[in-house]
């Protein structure tokens, strides 16, 4: 499985550059864990416009695993998952704009973004709104 992996990362098929990211980032399928190639593979497929790898692409650079700590990248590919209607990604873009971190504070985006997220279910979006 990890050969016909590498062979559809290597062809550019975003689902399998997200999804051998996932295998990296839990040591599965014989890999060791290396969160440095999750960040690799989740961007690979981020930069195509897959939105769970926006996402967690975006929650790798917030944490700075596998990576710099860089919040103005977690904020940019959050934004492109939440653009998406990702419901994680708007309410952790929300968060963004609370505390000012990563891009300006403000108040009513953070509030938007949260009943946006609420609108879809979101448990902890609906806490927010």
Do not use: P, W
Not at 9 to 22: E, F, K, P
Not at 44 to 63: K, R, S, V
């Amino acid at each position: 499985a990890v050969r016909l992996y590498r062979r559809a990362v290597a062809q550019g098929h975003l689902g399998a550059q997200y999804n051998y990211g996932i295998c990296y980032a839990q040591g599965r399928r014989g890999l060791t864990q290396s969160y440095a190639e999750v960040v690799r593979l989740f961007r690979l497929a981020a930069e195509q416009g897959y939105d769970a790898a926006q996402f967690n692409c975006a929650c790798c650079y917030a944490e700075g695993k596998g990576c710099v700590q860089d919040l103005a990248m977690a904020v940019r590919f959050y934004t492109q998952a939440a653009a998406q209607g990702f419901a994680e990604a708007q309410h952790a873009l929300g968060r963004c704009y609370l505390t000012g971190n990563g891009t300006a504070h403000d108040e009513k985006m953070a509030a938007r973004l949260y009943r946006k997220a609420a609108k879809q279910g979101l448990a902890v979006g609906q806490l927010r709104v």
